[in-house]
């Protein structure tokens, strides 16, 4: 919601502007995406590695997320604040047609369409470049904080279950211990 109204979160060093129209997503429910998550780079939001999902499909590797329903004019304007405010128009239909189109050379340039429900198509936005490309980053743990309170609201994990999810991802594994991760997922 900080991407829509404005403002960031606990642990972020940076405030969104929000989109031009703040109204609430018409919904919201879990999706499971089929292309891996890593952690890379390091944002100086976050003082730290932040997520990205690799750019091919790949059924044994699911990432867990929340999908909103929003409007075209919202999702161009939160990848506008992922994209250091550039204005880029997105066409939709061409990355439906491609399955991805990278819009600019930048951490979260390349949108990517995942499939369609009821009726609707889904995308979200990663790197252009694949998993393994770039060093691979611890993140904070106030990022990962915040990742795992938002796996909370969304899924019926345990602490133990959201363990076992993020410790072998790469940028978390050799980073963080099993003690670390059940810590920030209590």
């Given at each position: 919601?900080?991407?829509?109204?404005?403002?960031g979160?606990?642990g972020?060093a940076?405030?969104?502007?929000?989109?031009?129209?703040?109204t609430?997503p018409?919904?919201?429910?879990?999706?499971?995406i089929?292309f891996p998550?890593?952690?890379?780079k390091?944002?100086p939001k976050?003082?730290g590695g932040v997520?990205f999902?690799?750019?091919?499909?790949?059924?044994?590797?699911?990432?867990?997320?929340?999908?909103?329903?929003?409007?075209?004019?919202?999702?161009?304007?939160v990848f506008?604040?992922?994209?250091?405010?550039?204005?880029?128009?997105i066409d939709?239909?061409?990355v439906?047609r491609s399955?991805?189109?990278?819009f600019c050379?930048?951490?979260?340039?390349?949108?990517?369409?995942?499939?369609?429900?009821?009726?609707?198509?889904?995308?979200t936005?990663?790197?252009?470049?694949?998993?393994?490309?770039?060093?691979?980053?611890a993140p904070?743990e106030?990022y990962l904080?915040?990742?795992?309170?938002?796996?909370?609201?969304?899924?019926?994990f345990?602490?133990?279950?959201l363990?076992?999810y993020?410790?072998?991802k790469?940028?978390?594994t050799?980073n963080f211990?099993?003690?670390?991760?059940?810590?920030?997922?209590q």
């Amino acid at each position: 919601m900080y991407y829509v109204k404005g403002g960031g979160p606990p642990g972020s060093a940076k405030k969104e502007k929000g989109c031009r129209n703040k109204t609430p997503p018409k919904d919201q429910k879990p999706i499971c995406i089929h292309f891996p998550l890593y952690f890379a780079k390091c944002s100086p939001k976050w003082c730290g590695g932040v997520a990205f999902i690799g750019l091919e499909e790949d059924a044994e590797n699911t990432t867990y997320g929340r999908m909103y329903l929003i409007t075209q004019e919202q999702f161009t304007d939160v990848f506008k604040q992922e994209n250091r405010g550039s204005s880029i128009p997105i066409d939709f239909e061409e990355v439906e047609r491609s399955g991805s189109k990278v819009f600019c050379k930048s951490w979260y340039g390349n949108v990517v369409y995942l499939n369609d429900s009821e009726g609707l198509p889904i995308f979200t936005f990663t790197a252009y470049w694949n998993i393994g490309d770039a060093p691979f980053t611890a993140p904070s743990e106030e990022y990962l904080k915040t990742l795992i309170s938002g796996l909370k609201e969304t899924y019926t994990f345990t602490a133990e279950s959201l363990v076992e999810y993020v410790i072998e991802k790469p940028g978390i594994t050799k980073n963080f211990t099993r003690y670390k991760l059940l810590s920030l997922a209590q």
